[in-house]
């Protein structure tokens, strides 16, 4: 069983940054693949951005490439990514979840949902 924990949101205005942190324990398999998603009111929850065990891999939603950027801890830390998020819009208020993904190419979740972190973005 795997468990995530995800840290780091709030209210902040547009153009203002956040950095969210997710930490992943338990049975997370050899190779894991990390990502983030997220959930607006009453929409689906969607793709973020995603990265590889060793980091190598990212990618991103389009509407969040050249604002959001996806890490991982390295060493002791190597289960916690973090998701730094600059120019923040309205339309990136949602909770943010953490998974872990079957891989880059099939980013389907395979862990139980954690709490959550909110971000709220004011105009």
């Known amino acids: 069983q795997v468990q995530l924990v995800e840290s780091g949101g709030g209210s902040v205005q547009v153009g203002e940054s956040l950095r969210l942190s997710c930490t992943a324990s338990?049975?997370?398999?050899?190779?894991?693949?990390l990502a983030w998603f997220r959930q607006a009111p009453e929409k689906d929850r969607e793709l973020v951005a995603l990265?590889?065990?060793?980091?190598?891999?990212?990618?991103?939603a389009d509407s969040v490439k050249g604002r959001f950027s996806i890490s991982r801890g390295d060493g002791k830390n190597k289960n916690t990514i973090y998701l730094q998020m600059n120019n923040l819009q309205p339309e990136d208020t949602a909770a943010y979840y953490c998974?872990?993904?079957?891989?880059?190419?099939?980013?389907?979740?395979?862990?139980?949902w954690g709490q959550g972190t909110q971000v709220t973005v004011a105009s």
């Open positions: 998974n872990v993904i079957e891989s880059p190419r099939q980013p389907t979740p395979v862990a139980s």
């Open positions: 338990g049975e997370l398999g050899i190779t894991y693949t």
């Open positions: 990265i590889s065990r060793s980091g190598s891999i990212t990618d991103y």
